[in-house]
């Protein structure tokens, strides 16, 4: 059973977690052949009390991401987010779109025509334009969400055409890999299917943000050419459900 700290422990061992994971991302980012301005990190915010959130801000996370609609509703007006984005990077539903598109400015999941109608139909009645990522099931799991990689291009044909979304990257989860070769297999194909879209140059499809890589593995995802990571229990701790 986990040991719950209390608020000024939890507090310290925060800070403590991003100065590790920063000085993480800077070697790994290096190793790529890049700065660590070039990867952005997002503070995954599932299940952490807002009092924790605003503490990981006040650090200088200037990006958070939440993966259920009711849950961020339920906790936005206790954030401090003058200044910080709020991404939506879990399974959306096409009937909580209307809610979640006032209060987010990208959704990070979008997998099918279906859901990406939806959100331009919504955006479209708040002439908002909604940044998204197409997030793509790089391994073909029954179990994910996310669009096979031979549906993305149709996709993204069908996205172009939208007046109230703009594609702005790609996004996924990887299979739990042991081993270090086989997680960057999946990491390499999908840097290589995001290069060769934007080669494409596309109207409206832009390939501007790569978002791979977690807890377990964003180092490896860094390396493999991820520019955004989605990391939570490193900066929080073990989720308390």
Known sequence: MTEKLSIPSRKQTIEENLRFIRARIREAAEKSGRSEKDVRLMAVTKTVEPVFINHAIACGIDLIGENKVQEFLGKQEYLNLDGVE??????????????????????????????????????????????????????????????????????????????????RGLMTVPPICPEKEKLCAYFQKMHAMFVDIGHKNIDNIDMQILSMGMSSDYVEAIECGANLVRVGSSIFGPRLY
């Open 86 to 167: 709020a991404h939506l990077i879990g399974h959306l539903q096409t009937n909580k779109v209307r809610q979640i598109v006032p209060h987010v400015s990208m959704i990070q999941s979008v997998d099918s025509l279906k859901l990406a109608n939806e959100i331009e139909k919504q955006c479209a009645k708040i002439d908002k334009v909604m940044d998204c990522l197409v997030e793509v099931n790089i391994a073909g799991e029954e179990n994910k969400t996310g669009l096979p990689p031979e549906e993305l291009e149709p996709l993204l044909a069908e996205m172009a055409k939208m007046e109230h979304v703009h594609v």
